[in-house]
């Protein structure tokens, strides 16, 4: 099972939301852990090569966007709740800047 890394304060965030949406966006990124497909996800390739977005329906609308391709775990970049029907573009821009210090951050070298 992958391990879950936490990008920014989007553990924080996701901690915020109401209790019903965080037992829904915990169950399915348990499943991506265990290698299975989240039941509710599409992927977003406007935030990065990847990314894919976790829904999370309860009367109000809940989103987190994880990167799941590496071998050292899940990263969730971003969790927040969603207000209008396209994605707000400060929450793009959040999730894909999130991406790219993933990425920077694991072509550091190794020192030792």
Same mark, same amino acid.
């Given at each position: 099972?992958?391990?879950?890394?936490?990008?920014?304060?989007?553990?924080?965030?996701?901690?915020?939301?109401?209790?019903? &949406?965080?037992?829904? =966006? $915990?169950?399915?990124?348990?499943?991506?852990?265990? %290698? *299975? +497909?989240?039941?509710?996800?599409?992927?977003? &390739?406007?935030?990065? =090569? $990847?990314?894919?977005?976790?829904?999370?329906?309860? %009367? *109000? +609308?809940?989103?987190?966007?994880?990167?799941?391709?590496?071998?050292?775990?899940?990263?969730?970049?971003?969790?927040?709740?969603?207000?209008?029907?396209?994605?707000?573009?400060?929450?793009?821009?959040?999730?894909?800047?999130?991406?790219?210090?993933?990425?920077?951050?694991?072509?550091?070298?190794?020192?030792?």
């Amino acid at each position: 099972m992958k391990t879950i890394l936490w990008v920014g304060s989007s553990l924080d965030d996701l901690k915020r939301f109401p209790a019903q &949406a965080r037992r829904l =966006a $915990g169950f399915q990124l348990y499943l991506a852990q265990q %290698g *299975r +497909e989240p039941f509710d996800q599409k992927p977003m &390739a406007s935030v990065g =090569a $990847g990314v894919y977005e976790i829904r999370v329906r309860t %009367g *109000r +609308e809940h989103r987190l966007f994880y990167l799941a391709k590496f071998a050292e775990g899940i990263y969730v970049l971003h969790a927040f709740e969603k207000k209008a029907q396209r994605t707000a573009t400060k929450d793009l821009e959040l999730g894909r800047a999130r991406y790219f210090e993933v990425l920077r951050h694991r072509r550091k070298p190794l020192r030792g």
